[in-house]
């Protein structure tokens, strides 16, 4: 199963970041020195993948300029000589063509988010990445992820899953645990039900869908006349438990740590996770952290 094209959904608005999302892109927040976004993508690019979609809205437009070339920085940096910083930028240079972007003109939820990008998919299976989403680890989330794919049936399809605790699952996608599969260390396994964000006290398990998605293109069908869920918005867990009628899902319990960098904790945490893992940061950091923690 060769997966080539990721989608990216990024209409959000980032509310639970707000004031820091009132003029800015969630996903160009900055993790240490690049933007989230700029994570997803490189995670994508390691894992394979060879076109990238991004489902913009309103206010999104410098996401498409964070990709696109920078002429007079370009010009800057040559004339200056900054070796390291011309590198860096010719690293994270995409290819011309490699890129699509289409509008989610209205807010009506992930599921709908998805289905935009139905013309630009094709008939192929394809990953669905969510940038808000960063998971620490090398290889990364999707790499585990489509290694494992390969070794599974042509219609199969996997989510990402974590555990959480169990009063926080009304914050998630849950799904139900049906026979462990195999995979490494035997992580991957059925999954004999999804429910989008269950109700206090009824979730199935505390295994929560993390944002990273292998889905077959039948899905798009689906969400095409998918009726609104949780919260009121076309949600792509209700088109899953739809697709799985007819085809295999799995769930992947992923090594790494996730972070939620669209909440302020999670974004604070990942900055520290992150600049602790860099080595041209690390004991400096550290040093800091340290003399705060002993002064707080
Ligand atoms: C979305 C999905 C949910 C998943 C979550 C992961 O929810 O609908 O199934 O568990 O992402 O972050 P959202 O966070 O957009 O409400």
């Not at 429910?195 to 039948?218: A, C, D, H, M, W």
């Not at 209700?238 to 295999?248: N, T």
Request: proline residues 5%; hydrophobic residues 40%.
């Amino acid at each position: 199963m060769k997966i080539r094209k990721a989608v990216f959904p990024v209409a959000g608005l980032g509310t639970r970041v707000l004031p820091a999302t009132k003029a800015m892109p969630k996903e160009m927040l900055t993790i240490v020195d690049r933007p989230l976004i700029q994570y997803v993508v490189d995670e994508a690019r390691e894992a394979g993948i060879e076109h990238f979609i991004f489902v913009t809205g309103r206010n999104k437009g410098v996401i498409e300029d964070h990709f696109d070339r920078m002429f007079e920085l370009d010009e800057s940096l040559n004339g200056r000589n900054t070796t390291a910083e011309i590198a860096e930028l010719a690293r994270f240079q995409p290819e011309a063509g490699e890129m699509s972007f289409t509008r989610q003109q209205a807010p009506l939820g992930l599921g709908h988010a998805v289905w935009c990008a139905r013309d630009i998919v094709g008939n192929e299976p394809f990953a669905v990445v969510l940038p808000d989403e960063l998971v620490l680890n090398s290889p990364g989330c999707l790499k585990q992820m489509i290694d494992i794919a390969n070794g599974l049936g042509e219609k199969s399809n996997l989510v990402a899953v974590e555990e959480v605790p169990m009063e926080m699952t009304h914050q998630y996608g849950i799904c139900g645990v049906g026979e462990r599969h195999g995979g490494p260390d035997g992580n991957t396994f059925t999954i004999d039900g999804m429910v989008e964000k269950p109700p206090k006290g009824t979730s199935p398990s505390n295994l929560s869908i993390t944002g990273r998605y292998i889905l077959q293109p039948e899905i798009f069908k689906i969400l095409e006349t998918q009726e609104r869920g949780s919260g009121g918005e076309i949600q792509l867990t209700d088109a899953m438990i739809g697709l799985a009628k007819s085809q295999a899902f799995y769930g992947v319990e992923f090594e790494g740590e996730r972070h939620d960098c669209g909440s302020k904790s999670g974004f604070l945490r990942a900055n520290i996770a992150f600049g602790l893992r860099r080595p041209d940061l690390r004991d400096g950091l550290r040093a800091e952290m340290l003399r705060y923690l002993a002064e707080t």
